[in-house]
């Protein structure tokens, strides 16, 4: 081989060799720059099972209290705080402090304890405080005969007890997304999320905007829950705008005030069978929800309270047909199409 094809060939291996670690330093800083632009979400499935003693279904998620193993909680955004009544978690302090909380429109007693709660791996950055129920009624016992252990709330507003998920760290326990599958009712089939670190959909179908409430002892911002901004028209009725407080623990629509006094109703208090329902938000010209009045609980089932102020909770039926997140920076609410199998 000649002197100047063998220099040709090492000039080559030269360039060759030079260009092959900074390329790869390129593609490598490519990655962590797309990576570093993803949001940080954590998502816990939320199985469904039927509700027990009445018509509907409800999402259940696992949690970690101080170092106990996984139990099996009811997920409501409908109340504030965790209330527990299997055993006393280990690890978890527990006080002679007596709190109570409403179940099923009963006020339950308990005692006051606190403990580090971990949800999906991911753990809380302080104790958070929560309610040892160390009584019994026939309500607690259909969850105990499920397997659940508890009832874990996590919605925004003020309470005795604080939302655990609000004391997870950074954007996680900013943002979260809720949506229930359904199916067979059993655990069994397709499951539902809760997303933590989760980012509304720009596509939002709906958008509501929740009243300030102040502060809670750790600093995360409260917000008044049952006051979204919600217009609503049953049947013929003209619109009404009321507050509107998305439940994920009830499976029946409740109409509150006596604005509703004149709604078509059975002798049961349910709204009639056929009955039109349409909702839009506060903020919105156009109807983003509607559905016909019927007898499945977790879908179509409404209850008229024909007295004192008005008032909407929508039941956890919008869980199932939406994807509802929460923004507690804001106070926001939004609803979405939940993502479908392939999207």
């Not at 193993?69 to 527990?84: H, I, K, N, Y």
């Not at 997304?177 to 009712?185: D, E, L, P």
């Not at 879908?299 to 909407?312: D, E, M, S, T």
């Amino acid at each position: 081989m000649s002197v100047a094809r063998k220099g040709l060939i090492a000039g080559l291996c030269v360039v060759l060799l030079g260009l092959a670690p900074s390329t790869a330093l390129a593609d490598d800083a490519d990655v962590q720059t797309q990576a570093a632009k993803e949001p940080v979400t954590v998502s816990i499935p939320i199985r469904t099972i039927n509700t027990p003693g009445r018509s509907g279904q409800n999402g259940i998620v696992e949690i970690r209290v101080g170092r106990s193993a996984p139990m099996a909680v009811m997920l409501d955004t409908g109340s504030v705080g965790l209330r527990l009544w299997g055993g006393r978690p280990a690890g978890a302090a527990l006080s002679s402090t007596a709190v109570s909380s409403q179940l099923d429109g009963a006020s339950v007693s308990g005692l006051l304890g606190k403990a580090r709660m971990a949800l999906g791996g991911v753990t809380t950055t302080l104790a958070v405080p929560f309610q040892y129920i160390n009584t019994d009624s026939a309500y607690i016992q259909q969850w105990k005969d499920r397997g659940i252990v508890g009832i874990l709330g996590v919605g925004v507003g003020s309470g005795a007890l604080t939302n655990p998920l609000v004391a997870l760290p950074g954007v996680l326990g900013l943002r979260w997304s809720v949506h229930f599958a359904r199916g067979a009712g059993d655990g069994a089939g397709r499951m539902g999320a809760l997303v933590l670190g989760a980012e509304p959909d720009p596509s939002s179908l709906m958008h509501f905007t929740l009243p300030f409430l102040g502060e809670n002892v750790n600093g995360a911002r409260l917000w008044d829950d049952h006051a979204a901004d919600g217009c609503w028209t049953f049947g013929t009725m003209r619109e009404q705008c009321v507050p509107t407080w998305f439940d994920s623990g009830f499976t029946t629509m409740r109409i509150k005030g006596t604005i509703f006094s004149r709604l078509p109703t059975a002798k049961s208090g349910l709204l009639r069978l056929g009955t039109r329902v349409r909702l839009a938000a506060g903020s919105s010209a156009f109807i983003g929800h509607r559905f016909v009045a019927g007898r499945s609980g977790s879908q179509n089932l409404a209850r008229v309270f024909p007295r004192g102020r008005a008032g909407i909770n929508t039941g956890n039926s919008f869980y199932f047909d939406y994807t509802v997140t929460y923004d507690v920076a804001t106070g926001d609410i939004y609803l979405s199409e939940p993502a479908r199998k392939g999207r």
